[in-house]
């Protein structure tokens, strides 16, 4: 059955807070995969608290907000975790959670159940963090209420899957899923027609995006296009290989090895224009 909401007042089986929290505790994958969740209703300074502290695969700080009204308290709170998210590391470093990476810029994921255009554009004039919107959405099973986490779209300028036709983006997404669970010390960064993966301040993976083709770019070891699921195995198997090395030497070494070849910001540019 489709997840549906009711438009207008109150609905009265909209799920509550609490019914949402326990949700997000039970199942954090359907927030994103990968995603662990660390510490739960944590007060990080005087009167900010945040409902979740968790992880993403790629070591960054996720602070969850889940919000039953999206008001003006809700925006006074979101602008308070992200003031008080600027000056975070000493925090992290404090609780010595060892799955996060102090250095990497905190992300905020906020949880809507009562949404809005105006509420969505006041969220967007939000630029100073990476703030991914949850829209929560319910319905009924069985006599049991149900409740779904659905990921906001991404503006037009920043989503490549917009360059493929319906047909290759599960192909796509597959890529990057396959990148992001690589390795986790990997800083997947998504541009308007590719996703790069990062290792510091280098690039060692590259998936863009072609309306007619994915495109996996390994530096100085493979570049190809897959137009089908099969071809695409056949192509990040042996684009894979080299990096599946390198992590199992890094895994090995007190130092990571580096790459063979790195790309320049301007050699992607070409690669993927």
Do not use: C, Y
Not at 43 to 59: K, N, P, Q, S
Not at 107 to 122: E, G, I, Q, V
Not at 251 to 273: C, F, H, Q, Y
């Amino acid at each position: 059955m489709t997840p549906t909401s009711r438009a207008g007042s109150r609905a009265p089986n909209r799920p509550t807070k609490a019914q949402i929290v326990e949700q997000v505790r039970e199942r954090p994958d359907d927030l994103e995969g990968g995603l662990a969740l660390l510490r739960e209703g944590v007060e990080v300074a005087g009167g900010i608290e945040i409902d979740f502290l968790a992880a993403d695969a790629t070591g960054r700080a996720a602070l969850v907000l889940v919000a039953e009204k999206t008001d003006d308290a809700l925006f006074l709170r979101v602008l308070d975790v992200l003031g008080w998210a600027r000056e975070a590391p000493p925090f992290f470093e404090r609780i010595g959670e060892g799955r996060i990476d102090v250095a990497a810029e905190p992300r905020l994921f906020l949880l809507l159940s009562d949404s809005n255009d105006r509420a969505r554009r006041r969220l967007e004039a939000l630029a100073s963090m990476d703030v991914t919107r949850i829209r929560v959405e319910w319905w009924k099973e069985g006599g049991v209420k149900r409740i779904a986490f659905l990921r906001e779209t991404t503006p037009e300028g920043l989503d490549p899957e917009r360059t493929l036709g319906d047909a290759l983006r599960p192909l796509w997404r597959e890529a990057v899923e396959r990148l992001q669970r690589l390795d986790p010390s990997l800083e997947i960064v998504t541009r308007p027609k590719h996703v790069e993966a990062r290792f510091g301040d280098r690039i060692v993976a590259v998936i863009g995006a072609r309306s007619d083709r994915v495109r996996v770019i390994v530096p100085g070891e493979t570049e190809g296009d897959a137009r089908d699921r099969v071809g695409l195995h056949r192509l990040l198997d042996v684009a894979f290989r080299p990096l599946f090395a390198a992590v199992a030497e890094r895994e090995k070494a007190a130092a990571p090895p580096p790459p063979a070849k790195i790309l320049s910001d301007e050699e992607v540019g070409e690669l993927t224009a």
